[in-house]
C-alpha cells in the first residue's frame, strides 16, 4: 500500500520536473555596457528550441549580492520567473514587477547613452540593484542607506563621488513619490520587460527587455474640399448667366 502511495505521486513530480525543464532557456551573453551592467542576447531559446523572443534582449543584473556574466558565454535560466527574482524580504510581488516597470519607462532611455557621465548610470544600477534585493513593496524599504545596496553608504560614496551620490538621491526621491500608490498592473510602455532567475549559480538574475515595436500609423486620408448645397446653386446659376450673355452677345453680332 505504501508503494502504491509513491507511485501514485510519480507522475505528478515528473510533470512538475518536466514543466520547469521546458521553461529553461538558455542563450549567448556578450558584453553590452560595463556600468549598467548589461549583456545582449540574440539567441535565447526555451528547451525545446523555440525563441525567447523575436528580438535581441538586452539583460540587466538585478543582484548586487551576486556575481555578474563576465565577458559573457553561454548560460541558462528559468524563463518565467516573474516575482522568484526579487530578494526583498518579504517578497514584493507585483508590486516588484510594476516597480520595475516604472524605472525603466522613466530613466533608462536617458541613461542608456555612453554621452551621459558614466557615475549617473551606474547610478541607474543601483536603483535597479534597489529594487531587486531591497524592496518588498513598503516605499521605506527602498532606503540608500540601509539594506543590501546601501547605494549612499560610506564605501560607495567614497568611491564613486559626488555625481554617483547626487544622482542616487534624484532617483530615489521619485521613486518614494511615484511608487506610492503605483498599480501593481503598471507595465512599461516604452519595453517589453520580462525577468530571467538564473539556474547557473551564483550569477545573478536578470531584467530581459527589449523596445516594444511601435505599430505602424493608420495611413491618412486627405479630405477632398466639396460645397454646400447653397454654394453648388450659386455655382449653377452663376455658370447659367455666364453662358446667357455670352449666348445673348453672340446673337447680336
Known amino acids: 500500500m505504501q508503494m502504491y502511495k509513491y507511485l501514485c505521486l510519480l507522475p505528478l513530480s515528473l510533470c512538475i520536473t518536466a514543466g520547469a525543464w521546458a521553461d529553461t532557456v538558455t542563450g549567448t551573453?556578450?558584453?553590452?555596457?560595463?556600468?549598467?551592467?548589461?549583456?545582449?542576447?540574440?539567441?535565447?531559446?526555451?528547451?525545446?528550441?523555440?525563441?525567447?523572443?523575436?528580438?535581441p534582449q538586452y539583460l540587466v543584473c538585478m543582484d548586487k549580492t551576486s556575481p555578474g556574466y563576465g565577458n559573457g558565454g553561454t548560460f541558462s535560466f528559468e524563463g518565467k520567473a516573474d516575482?522568484?527574482?526579487?530578494?526583498?524580504?518579504?517578497?514584493?510581488?507585483?508590486?516588484?514587477i510594476a516597480a520595475m516597470h516604472w524605472l525603466f519607462d522613466n530613466y533608462y532611455e536617458n541613461y542608456n547613452d555612453l554621452n551621459v557621465h558614466?557615475?549617473?548610470?551606474?547610478?541607474?544600477q543601483y536603483a535597479v540593484w534597489e529594487l531587486g534585493n531591497d524592496y518588498n513593496g513598503d516605499i521605506n524599504s527602498i532606503d540608500a542607506n540601509n539594506g543590501n545596496v546601501k547605494a549612499s553608504g560610506t564605501d560607495e560614496i567614497?568611491?564613486?563621488?559626488?555625481?554617483?551620490?547626487?544622482?542616487?538621491?534624484?532617483i530615489h526621491a521619485a521613486m518614494h513619490q511615484s511608487l506610492v500608490g503605483l498599480?501593481?498592473?503598471?507595465?512599461?510602455?516604452?519595453?517589453?520587460i520580462s525577468f530571467l532567475k538564473t539556474t547557473d549559480q551564483p550569477h545573478q538574475s536578470l531584467v530581459a527587455f527589449n523596445v516594444k515595436n511601435t505599430p505602424p500609423l493608420p495611413p491618412t486620408t486627405t479630405p477632398v474640399p466639396t460645397l454646400g448645397e447653397w454654394s453648388v446653386i450659386s455655382l449653377?446659376?452663376?455658370?447659367?448667366?455666364?453662358?446667357?450673355?455670352r449666348l445673348r452677345k453672340k446673337h447680336q453680332s
Not at 449653377?236 to 450673355?245: A, E
Request: hydrophobic share 30%; glycine share 10%.
Open 158 to 170: 567614497t568611491y564613486y563621488g559626488q555625481l554617483f551620490h547626487d544622482t542616487t538621491k534624484e
Open 183 to 192: 498599480p501593481t498592473s503598471y507595465r512599461s510602455k516604452k519595453y517589453d
Open 29 to 55: 551573453l556578450t558584453v553590452y555596457d560595463k556600468e549598467i551592467l548589461t549583456w545582449k542576447s540574440d539567441d535565447l531559446k526555451y528547451a525545446d528550441g523555440t525563441s525567447y523572443s523575436q528580438n
Open 236 to 245: 449653377t446659376l452663376g455658370v447659367g448667366l455666364f453662358g446667357f450673355i
Open 118 to 124: 558614466y557615475l549617473k548610470r551606474r547610478a541607474f
Open 83 to 96: 516575482i522568484n527574482v526579487f530578494l526583498g524580504s518579504p517578497n514584493p510581488g507585483e508590486a516588484g
